[in-house]
Each structure stands twice: as structure tokens, then as C-alpha cells.
């Protein structure tokens, strides 16, 4: 099953590979069928969830408009503006971007189930490619929330669709360094996403400098332009970077390194391959190892190196760090678009539309219907003070008003996002111990003397710094936040006077 690679090869797929991957899908009216929860899920995800942490906190980048930020590039905060532009302050104009970058993958999976059916009808393998690529509940999370990731799926996912179509006339004799620039053009607005899309520049030198048909585009000059150009499109973050003294370097490659909670590198190596296995569907491995073997598409070359410099990065610095498993994603998006061919059989199609829609359902339910893990006893605190936001905006102002502090802040960067998303305000302060954006939208010095209305939590309470900041603190009243009968989080309202206009980190 493969790609014709002769020179009408862009008009259509081997006859062969068709009928092959037609025996892997069901009926169409099934495809349907199948597809319906998870257009449950995904609208449920869109309308109802509680915008996450980092929503709110990408959210405020974009009604602070910069170059670059402080924990990843500007792309998604300028898209934010944008949205915020459009239609306003609200959860539609929030997540409206994951909409459009969805659509654009939609039209690149279109392409290739055109390519894959020939004069066949194509809307079945379009319908079976679309549920494979749901069915990766890592992929389904990220698409619909807005974070930098989904703007690296689409720009990742274009980036393996361009660059496939060059390697494809390549080899048919063909250098249509057309398709290589435009390649080079979506690398760049990935970089834009996120530093992750480093990982495909990356993999793709490995593929030029490893490989026969890679090592002969070398002396080429149009290599180096396209290289070139996906880097000059960073200037703002290099700009940005070089005027505050390279944070996001150090937040990212220094800060973040050494931060583990597991036993060593075994434990935090098998703690990446479970989650890992979780969160890509057992069943895409299984399809990606053959993905990883003899050839069946143009995706392969480019996108085997993208997956082991990726994956083989993470699972070094599992030696120093608990790796969560969305961190590489990128591995991941030269496979999307084609899955199809590496499906072995209809049951191993079912199984994997059951996988994603079971955990997809788990987790988007523990958003909107109900956080199960509160029935075992746990607590997620990045899902957990998701619930409540209003209420607890509702309170802040009722106090402020009463106060009249003329800081109002809170301990960590989560809340403080929350609490202005909430309060559709953009003078909340995070006045913890992690750095964060916020450091770079309040100047201390020219607070000194002032008081404060502090939201803390158990997690960083008054005691890690904040009390060092003030002359005195008073207790204003406690916040308990409850659902299903189980209590989410608990807050304080802290009442801090004569503020020293000092960090403290």
C-alpha cells in the first residue's frame, strides 16, 4: 500500500491502496454513526467546558499584545487579539481560533482521502481518516482547548502535508521546490506556536544529513533558503527575547530542567511510555511502529525522523524530569494525516474509535458533567479551580469594594488568570513565587506602600512570600467551592497591608 510516485502521481493513489484501506473501514452510514459522540464531545468540549488555566492565561497575552512571551511564542496570543477583536469577551470568542485550525487540518485530511480514494467516492475514507485522527485522545484534548498546541497541529500537520508532496515529485525526478518553501512557511508559523515545532526542523535535518535522497538536496541552494526563512520568521521572538534578557530561554531550558517528581529516570521513563500509551491510543502505536517501517507513504521519510528525534529527546531528559506526554506532540503529526494506511484490520479500526471516544469522554466529562477522581479522593488542582470562577469573581469584587485595596492579586499565575478571565479585568496580579507573564505587566516599585486583596490557596499559601511582601495580613473570609456534593478547592481572601514593592521569588 503506497503512494504512486510517477508524474501524474498527484492526481490520484494506487488502485491497490484503496481497496487495502477500504477493507479496514466500515460502511459509510457506521462512519457516521461513529462520528457522532465525538462531535458530542468535541461541541460539549467547545460550549460547556470550563476554560483551563492556561486558556484564561493565553487569553490575557492577547489584550497584552507583545512580541513574544515569556513561556512560549506569540502566534497564539495574537490570534487571542484577534478573536477578542471580533467578538468580544466571552468563551465563544476564547476557543473560536481552535475552530479555524481544526478546519484547515480538516482540508488537509480532505486532500489526502481524495488522493487515497482515486475516482473512488472519497467521503468514506475522509469520514475513516477523520475518526482515526479523533480517536488520539492527546490530539482531541489539544485541538479544542486554546492553547499554543492546536496552532502546532495545524501548522505541524501542513508542514508534513507540503513536505510530503516535495519528497513525492522528488522522487518521481521532479525538484518542485515549491512545496519545499511552503513546508518551510508552516514550519515557521509552528515555531510561532510553540518551541515543540523545533522537533520537525530538527527531524528533517536528521532526514537530509542520514539519507541518500536527503544528502543530495545539499548542494542546493533553495535547502538554505527554506531553512532560512522558517528561522527569520522567529525574529520576534529572538527580539523580544534580547530585550528582557532571554527569559523564555531560561524558563525553558534551564528553569524547567531538573523538576521531577518521580524515582529517578526508570520511574519517570515508564511514567512517559504509560502516559504516552494513554494519551496517543495503544492502538496508534501499534500503527505507528508501522509507520516506523518499510514504506507505504511519502509522510515516512521526514516524518520516522521527526518521531525518533522527538520521542529519543524526551526520553533522555527523563534522566532529569517527569516528561508529560502532550509534550511531544509533535512526534505525532506526520502520522495524522495518513493513519489510515497503517490500520491493520477493521477490528483494530473499531478498537481505537472505541479507545478515543471512552477517553475522550472520561476526560471531557471531568470537565463539564462530573470530575470522577474526586469520588476516589483525589484532587487535580488544574482541574479543580476551574469550577467556581464566577463565584469567586463575584466575591473578590463584593470585598474590593468594601476594602478599596488598590492591588487585588493572587498566588499563582492559574488563579490570577482565572480571576481576570472571570472578572473581565486585566488588573489582577500574580504575586507568587513562580515567574510568570504577569512579572512583566506590573512594575513592584511603583506599588510600594499600597494594600492588597490577596486570593490564596493551599497550594501557595500566604507563607511562601507573600507574607514577606506586607506589613500585616488579616484573614478576610474562606471560599469553598462544591460540586456533586464533594468539595473542588478551598481559597482565602487575604486583606494585606503596606506592600514593600519588593519581589520575592
Not at 475513516?128 to 480517536?135: H, K, R, Y
Not at 538554505?224 to 527569520?232: M, R
Not at 479585568?425 to 494594600?451: C, I
Request: aromatic share 14%.
Amino acid at each position: 500500500m503506497t503512494l504512486a510516485t510517477g508524474p501524474d502521481s498527484g492526481a490520484r493513489m494506487r488502485p491497490d491502496a484503496f481497496l487495502l484501506v477500504a477493507k479496514v473501514l466500515p460502511a459509510t452510514r457506521w462512519l457516521v454513526i461513529l462520528l457522532l459522540p465525538f462531535a458530542a464531545i468535541k461541541g460539549g468540549q467547545f460550549l460547556l467546558a470550563a476554560p483551563t488555566p492556561d486558556e484564561a492565561y493565553y487569553w490575557l497575552w492577547g489584550q497584552h499584545l507583545s512580541l513574544s512571551y515569556y513561556d512560549h511564542p506569540p502566534l497564539t496570543a495574537w490570534m487571542q487579539r484577534v478573536a477578542a477583536e471580533l467578538f468580544g469577551w466571552n468563551r465563544f470568542s476564547l476557543r473560536v481560533m481552535t475552530l479555524a485550525s481544526f478546519t484547515g487540518c480538516l482540508a488537509i485530511l480532505w486532500y489526502w482521502a481524495r488522493r487515497l480514494a482515486g475516482r473512488q467516492p472519497a467521503l468514506r475514507v475522509f469520514l475513516g481518516g477523520l475518526i482515526a485522527w479523533l480517536s488520539v485522545p492527546m490530539v482531541l484534548r489539544y485541538q479544542g482547548l486554546a492553547h499554543p498546541d492546536h496552532w502546532l497541529i495545524l501548522f505541524g500537520v501542513a508542514t508534513a502535508h507540503f513536505w510530503a508532496l516535495f519528497i513525492e515529485r522528488l522522487e518521481a525526478g521532479d525538484n518542485a521546490w515549491r512545496f519545499y518553501y511552503a513546508g518551510c512557511v508552516a514550519l515557521g508559523f509552528a515555531g510561532l506556536s510553540k518551541y515543540n515545532a523545533v522537533f520537525i526542523g530538527a527531524g528533517f535535518a536528521a532526514w537530509v544529513f542520514l539519507s541518500p535522497a536527503g544528502r543530495r538536496l545539499l548542494a542546493s541552494p533553495h535547502l538554505w533558503l527554506g531553512g532560512a526563512i522558517a528561522a527569520a520568521m522567529q525574529a520576534p521572538v529572538l527580539i523580544w527575547n534580547t530585550a528582557h534578557d532571554w527569559p523564555s530561554m531560561q524558563y525553558n531550558l534551564q528553569d524547567r530542567i531538573g523538576l521531577s517528581d518521580g524515582g529517578g529516570f526508570a520511574d519517570n521513563l515508564t511514567r512517559f511510555a504509560v502516559s504516552s500509551a494513554i494519551m496517543a491510543s495503544p492502538l496508534l502505536l501499534i500503527a505507528v511502529a508501522r509507520f516506523l517501517g518499510p514504506r507505504r507513504s511519502p509522510f515516512q521519510p521526514v516524518g520516522r525522523a521527526v518521531f525518533a528525534v522527538s520521542t529519543l529527546s524526551f526520553v533522555a531528559l527523563c534522566a532529569t524530569n517527569t516528561v508529560l506526554s502532550y509534550w511531544n506532540l509533535a512526534a505525532y503529526l506526520f502520522v495524522l494525516p495518513a493513519a489510515l494506511i497503517f490500520i491493520g484490520s477493521r477490528l483494530e479500526f473499531a478498537l481505537h474509535a472505541l479507545y478515543g471516544i471512552s477517553v475522550a469522554a472520561w476526560l471531557i466529562g471531568a470537565n463539564i458533567v462530573y470530575p470522577s477522581y474526586k469520588a476516589a479522593g483525589n484532587d487535580v488542582r488544574d482541574n479543580d479551580i476551574t469550577f467556581g470562577t464566577a463565584e469567586i469573581a463575584a466575591i473578590v469584587a463584593e470585598e474590593e469594594a468594601r476594602l478599596g485595596p488598590q492591588i487585588v492579586a493572587t498566588t499563582d499565575y492559574r488563579t490570577a488568570a482565572l480571576l481576570s478571565l472571570a472578572g473581565k479585568r486585566l488588573d489582577v496580579v500574580n504575586l507568587g513565587p513562580r515567574g510568570s507573564q504577569f512579572d512583566f505587566w506590573f512594575d513592584p516599585a511603583a506599588h510600594r506602600g499600597e494594600d492588597a486583596l490577596v486570593l490564596v490557596d493551599d497550594f501557595l499559601g500566604e507563607d511562601r512570600g507573600i507574607i514577606q511582601a506586607f506589613e500585616s495580613m488579616t484573614l478576610v473570609r474562606e471560599i469553598e467551592i462544591r460540586r456533586f456534593g464533594y468539595t473542588m478547592h478551598r481559597y482565602r481572601l487575604v486583606h494585606a497591608r503596606d506592600y514593600s514593592g519588593e519581589r520575592f521569588r
